[in-house]
């Protein structure tokens, strides 16, 4: 089993900078992919961010430039740091982690951590 905790979201104001955590327990892989979602209001969950085992990262178009995605594999530990944060950040965000078994994707969540942009 995998546990994923976040921490660090708030209130923040347009322009402003916030570092999300997530603590990884259980059965890791560090050569595992991990990645940020987010949902809003009224919208599907989408990817921020994904981070492979070996660093290589993606990024939505949205957040590009704007977001870091890193991980500590001996901490078991992924950040996000966001910076210039714009109203349109508002959203849930949720850790994850995934494995392929037998061709068969598991995904792993977080409970997610709320991050507000305003003024």
């Known amino acids: 089993q995998v546990q994923l905790v976040e921490s660090g979201g708030g209130l923040v104001q347009p322009g402003g900078s916030l570092r999300l955590s997530c603590a990884a327990s259980?059965?890791?892989?560090?050569?595992?992919?991990m990645g940020w979602y987010r949902q809003a209001p009224g919208k599907q969950r989408e990817l921020v961010a994904s981070?492979?085992?070996?660093?290589?990262?993606n990024y939505a178009v949205s957040v590009k430039g704007r977001f870091a995605i890193s991980r500590d594999n001996a901490k078991n530990t992924m950040y996000l740091q966001m910076n210039s944060l714009k109203p349109e950040d508002t959203a849930v965000y949720y850790c994850?982690?995934?494995?392929?078994?037998?061709?068969?994707?598991?995904?792993?969540w977080g409970h997610g951590t709320q991050v507000t942009v305003s003024s």
């Open positions: 259980g059965s890791i892989f560090s050569a595992n992919t």
């Open positions: 981070i492979g085992g070996g660093g290589t990262t």
């Open positions: 994850n982690y995934y494995t392929i078994r037998f061709g068969r994707r598991n995904d792993y």
